[in-house]
C-alpha cells in the first residue's frame, strides 16, 4: 500500500503541534506502508527513517503573491507527483487542496486529518488579509468531499461537524495525537539552564508556544501578576503572528518585570533538550489557550514529569485530568468564533487561583507530574495511533 502524506511542516522545519504529529506518524508508518511524504519549503534528507521526502518551494511569479496564494500554489506542484499513489493523507488547509485535488485527478482516496479549523481562527484575517477567505475556501472544500476526516480530539469532531455541517458524521473518526515518551523524558541535569536566567530552585511557571492569538499568552501574563513574588516565570515564546499582538504581550512582559523579578523569556525554537529541560524544572507547565484542538505540547509537559494548569477547552481535557494530572480552568467563550473569554477578569482571576493551589502544595504537584507522565505513555503512543491510522486507510480503500 503506498502512501502519499502531504504537508506543510516537516523535520527540521517544524513550528506547531501539526508538524510534531506528522513527523511522528510518518517514522512510525515508514515500516508499515510505501510512504512518500511531500513537505513545503527547503530540500530535506530524501530518506526520513524509510519515508522518501520531497519538498516544494514557492513557485516562480508568486514571491511576491500573498500568502495564501502562495500556498496554493505549491500545491499545484504537488499533483503531478502524486501519480502512482494508492492514499492522499494531507495535514492542514495548507496542504488539503492538493488531496483534494490530487484524488480527483489520479482518482483514488484523500484523507485529511483536522489538527485546527479556519471557522475557529478569525484572527488569521490579521496575518492573511483577504488571504483568509481563501484559506477557509480551499479547506471547506476539502471537508466537503474527503473520503474519511480525521480528528485529533472528540472536541475535534465536535467543530468540524458544528463548522461544516455537511460533512457525513460517519466519515469523521477519532485518532488522537501522540507522544514519543522515549525521546521526551523527564531530565535531571538543570545546570544548562543558568545561561537562560532560570533558577531552578524557585517554585516555576512555564509556557512553551507560539505568541498568537489562539494560545492566550496575555491572559497568562495577567495572570502572572496575581502570583506570589517568589514565584518565576519562563516563557519560550515564538515571534507573534502579527505587530499588533507583539506590542500588546511586549507590553504586559514589561509591566510584569517592573514589578517583579524572575520573569524570563527566550524568545525562538530552543533544542528539543533544552525545552525539556525546562518543563521538567518547572513547578508547573501553564497552557491558557483559548483554542485547542487536543494541545501536544500539553502531553510533552507530562512526558516530563510536570503537572498542567489548562483552560478546558477543546481537546485538552481529553489530556490533562482535572484533579489527577493537572487542573482544568472553566472558560465561558464569545460566540463570534474568536473564543475570546466572555469575561476576561474572570478568566485570569480562576487561571491565576489554578496556578497558586499547585505551586503552593509541590508534593501534590510531584504527584500530578507523574500520573501525567504514566498517562501519557499508557494513552498517547504513537504504535497506537498509527495503527488507528492504518484503520482509517483501510476502511476507504476496502
Not at 34 to 61: C, N
Amino acid at each position: 500500500m503506498r502512501i502519499d502524506i502531504v504537508t506543510k511542516e516537516f523535520p527540521p522545519a517544524i513550528y506547531g503541534g501539526a508538524g510534531v504529529h506528522v513527523a511522528e506518524l510518518s517514522r512510525v508508518l515508514a515500516g508499515r506502508t510505501d510512504l512518500r511524504v511531500h513537505a513545503f519549503g527547503a530540500e530535506r534528507d530524501p530518506d526520513f527513517h524509510g519515508a522518501a521526502v520531497s519538498a516544494y518551494g514557492v513557485p516562480g511569479g508568486l514571491e511576491d503573491a500573498n500568502p495564501a496564494v502562495q500556498t496554493l500554489g505549491t500545491d499545484l506542484a504537488i499533483l503531478g507527483e502524486l501519480a502512482g499513489t494508492d492514499l492522499i493523507h494531507t495535514h492542514t488547509w495548507y496542504a488539503n487542496l492538493a488531496g483534494h485535488l490530487g484524488g480527483l485527478l489520479h482518482g483514488v482516496p484523500h484523507i485529511l486529518s483536522a489538527h485546527s479549523l479556519e471557522p475557529l481562527r478569525p484572527w488569521k484575517a490579521e496575518q492573511l488579509g483577504g488571504g483568509y477567505r481563501l484559506s477557509s475556501w480551499a479547506e471547506s472544500t476539502a471537508y466537503a468531499s474527503a473520503a474519511s476526516v480525521i480528528a485529533v480530539s472528540e472536541g475535534m469532531r465536535r467543530d468540524i461537524l458544528a463548522s461544516y455541517p455537511e460533512v457525513d458524521p460517519a466519515k469523521v473518526r477519532v485518532v488522537h495525537n501522540g507522544i514519543d515518551t522515549q525521546l521526551w523524558t523527564p531530565q535531571d541535569d538543570v545546570g544548562p539552564l543558568a545561561r537562560h536566567g532560570i533558577d531552578p530552585d524557585r517554585p516555576t511557571v512555564a509556557f512553551v508556544g507560539r505568541v498568537t492569538r489562539q494560545k492566550g499568552v496575555p491572559y497568562l501574563l495577567r495572570a502572572a501578576a496575581r502570583l506570589a513574588p517568589e514565584v518565576q516565570l519562563v516563557l519560550c515564546a515564538g515571534a507573534a503572528d502579527t505587530p499588533e499582538l507583539a506590542a500588546e504581550v511586549n507590553g504586559l512582559i514589561e509591566e510584569l518585570q517592573s514589578s517583579r523579578d524572575g520573569v524570563v523569556v527566550i524568545e525562538g525554537m530552543l533544542p528539543r533538550e533544552e525545552i525539556m529541560q525546562i518543563l521538567t524544572q518547572a513547578t508547573v507547565f501553564a497552557c491558557p489557550s483559548v483554542y485547542e484542538p487536543l494541545g501536544i505540547v500539553n502531553l510533552e509537559a507530562m512526558a516530563c514529569g510536570t503537572a498542567v494548569v489548562a483552560s478546558s477547552v477543546g481537546g485538552i481535557p481529553e489530556v490533562v485530568q482535572e484533579g489527577a494530572t493537572g487542573r482544568l480552568v472553566a472558560l465561558e467563550q464569545a460566540a463570534d468564533g474568536t473564543g475570546s473569554p466572555v469575561d476576561p477578569d474572570r478568566f485570569v482571576a480562576d487561571f491565576a487561583a489554578a496556578l497558586t493551589a499547585v505551586l503552593e502544595d509541590p508534593e501534590a504537584a510531584r504527584h500530578m507530574g507523574e500520573a501525567g507522565r504514566r498517562r501519557a505513555i499508557e494513552h498517547f503512543s504513537w504504535d497506537s495511533i498509527a495503527d488507528r491510522t492504518l484503520e482509517v486507510y483501510r476502511s476507504v480503500l476496502d
